[in-house]
T-cell receptor, first 113, second 115 residues
């Protein structure tokens, strides 16, 4: 079965600095999609960024970018110029034809002023 | 556009009572998902529907849990009888296409507390 692993239960970053959140996954499928979601204290699940496995180019959304290493089955999220509003739980998610919704355990990010 | 709407936002009830959680997906979305979030187990997929038909309910913890989707705009998740270990946040999500780069759109969740 496909699994998604986030090995960092908690991370901390200084405001304006850069932080990288790790995600690895296990799959035998070649075609799939990967997502990062943000869950602030309000409990909403907000899409941060997505990556298609067939694309070699890493996705970027403003201050958020990913480092997608398909062979290593790694999908890390880099947050640049961290802001106080970035403090939240971050979930990595895997989606494919056989697994439409598989999430990691989450990483709690604290941003220090 | 309205997002995924869940009700109630909070539910507190006593052990043994029936609990019904409700979800209205985004119009036009053909997939609907129910998740449970706890500190211990994270975000677990309970069941999902495609065009109102349950596709995979292997995540449903036990027979006390049941889910229905009578039409494209409404789904329920029932727990009967409820137990304290069912306390969690339950999310409903919908998407267009089950296998695509279209993300799942989540509701605000229902925080369920079983006393």
């Amino acid at each position: 079965a496909q699994t998604v692993t986030q090995s960092q239960p908690e991370m901390s970053v200084q405001e304006a600095e850069t932080v990288t959140l790790s995600c690895t996954y296990d799959t035998s499928e070649s075609d799939y999609y990967l997502f990062w979601y943000k869950q602030p204290p309000s409990r909403q699940m907000i899409l941060v960024i997505r990556q298609e496995a067939y694309k070699q180019q890493n996705a970027t959304e403003n201050r958020f970018s990913v480092n997608f290493q398909k062979a290593a089955k790694s999908f890390s999220l880099k947050i640049s110029d961290s802001q106080l509003g970035d403090a939240a739980m971050y979930f990595c998610a895997y989606r494919s034809a056989s697994w439409p919704g598989r999430f990691g355990a989450g990483t709690r990010l604290t941003v220090k002023p | 556009d309205a997002g995924v709407i869940q009700s109630p936002r909070h539910e507190v009830t006593e052990m043994g009572q029936e609990v019904t959680l409700r979800c209205k997906p985004i119009s036009g979305h053909d997939y609907l998902f129910w998740y449970r979030q706890t500190m211990m187990r994270g975000l677990e997929l309970l069941i999902y529907f495609n065009n109102n038909v349950p596709i995979d309910d292997s995540g449903m913890p036990e027979d006390r849990f049941s889910a229905k989707m009578p039409n494209a705009s409404f789904s329920t998740l029932k727990i009967q009888p409820s137990e304290p270990r069912d306390s969690a946040v339950y999310f409903c999500a919908s998407s267009f296409g089950g296998y695509s780069n279209q993300p799942q759109h989540f509701g605000d969740g229902t925080r369920l507390s079983i006393l």
